[in-house]
């Protein structure tokens, strides 16, 4: 057996019996565990994303893409149960390459158009696409973040979710009785959003969905919605300058307006998570000098991440 099948074997191992036990059908099995294999292969139920950014940084040559034939005739190996492995790969593996390069797309599909279907995690299900987008739907590297909202919040509390993507941060908030509020910018992801609450039998109509610019609604909420919220998940993009929007959005140049926006809706005694994915992030002592903090980022990491810069969390809370 290969080096990397013997590696995909044991990650399933280590792997498949703690997502059975937590009710987890999505999580990443391998992550770009050897060198030579710069890839990332996350699972959802019997189908797998592969991310190939080998070409991404340093390695520029082609040698080690020449390894992606070595870890998809793993994969076949491992899961095709008798499934020839052509068809296998086209209709259960999806590449993904963040190649910007003119006039192709940004990756690749094997397969024909997406599917919607619905992966369970834990208490939720949701709803994911592996193909039509760049993301599927779902941050898998979120999933204890979400379990922590899950744990924080309780029943008639108010939760807001900011940069609120597909609402599966709100969706763990309101199955504890919470109120949500989710903000995005993108009339697809908020449309995706009721469809996850309703797939959680929750009636998207017990609950917020605004389509905005999430900086504006902090402009304009100062206000009319201080000290609202009891709990404030905050989750921007690294980096964000849609047609919709007049500028750019830095997440670490705009940390301090950002945050101490959103700090003024929240309750006393409230809690604001804050978390990006930005590498190498450093939080501003305008901001820790001001709020009470802690770094949570170690703690959130899920059992199936192993690099702990991938992002940073941190919780804040008012100063006493
Ligand atoms: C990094 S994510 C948030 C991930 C999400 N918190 C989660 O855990 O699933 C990106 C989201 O930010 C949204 N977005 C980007 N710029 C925005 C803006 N200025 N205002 C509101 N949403 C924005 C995008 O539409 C996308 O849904």
Redesign the pocket.
């Known amino acids: 057996m290969s080096e990397i099948h013997n590696r995909l074997e044991k990650n399933l191992r280590r792997l498949a019996p703690w997502a059975e036990r937590h009710h987890i059908e999505a999580y990443r099995l391998y992550e770009r565990d050897l060198p030579d294999y710069p890839f990332l292969v996350d699972r959802y139920k019997d189908r797998f994303v592969v991310y190939d950014r080998s070409d991404e940084r340093i390695d520029r040559d082609e040698k080690k893409r020449a390894h992606l034939p070595g870890l998809l005739d793993a994969l076949v190996a491992l899961f095709a149960n008798g499934q020839l492995g052509e068809a296998f790969l086209r209709e259960r593996v999806v590449i993904k390459r963040r190649e910007r390069q003119k006039g192709e797309s940004q990756y690749e599909k094997l397969g024909e158009s997406g599917e919607n279907f619905a992966i369970r995690e834990s208490q939720a299900r949701f709803w994911v696409n592996l193909e039509d987008y760049l993301d599927t739907g ?2 898998l590297d ?1 999933r204890l ?1 979400r379990q922590r909202v899950f744990e924080t919040c309780q029943a008639g509390q108010k939760f807001l ?6 609402g ?2 709100s969706v763990f908030a309101a199955l504890k009785g919470a109120r949500t509020t989710s ?4 009339a697809t ?1 908020t449309r995706w959003a009721m469809d996850n609450f309703q797939l959680n039998d929750l009636n998207p109509k017990d609950h917020e969905f605004i389509q ?4 504006e609604f902090l402009a304009d909420a100062q206000n009319s919605r201080r000290g609202e919220f009891d709990v404030i ?1 905050l ?3 690294t980096f ?1 300058n ?1 047609k919709r ?1 007049q500028g750019t ?1 830095d997440v670490e140049r705009d940390q301090v307006p950002l945050v101490e926006r959103t700090m003024t809706l929240l309750k006393p005694g409230g809690l604001l998570f804050f978390s ?2 930005k590498r190498g992030f450093r939080l501003s002592s305008v901001l820790t000098s001001q709020f009470q903090t802690k770094d949570i980022g170690a703690q959130t990491l899920p059992k199936d991440f192993r690099d702990p810069k991938l992002r940073v969390v941190y919780e804040f809370r008012h100063a006493r």
């Open positions: 779902l941050f979120h973040m979710n900011l940069f609120s993507y597909t599966s941060v903000v995005d910018l993108s992801y905005a610019n999430a900086l998940f989750d921007p993009p964000s849609s929007m959005f990006n994915n």
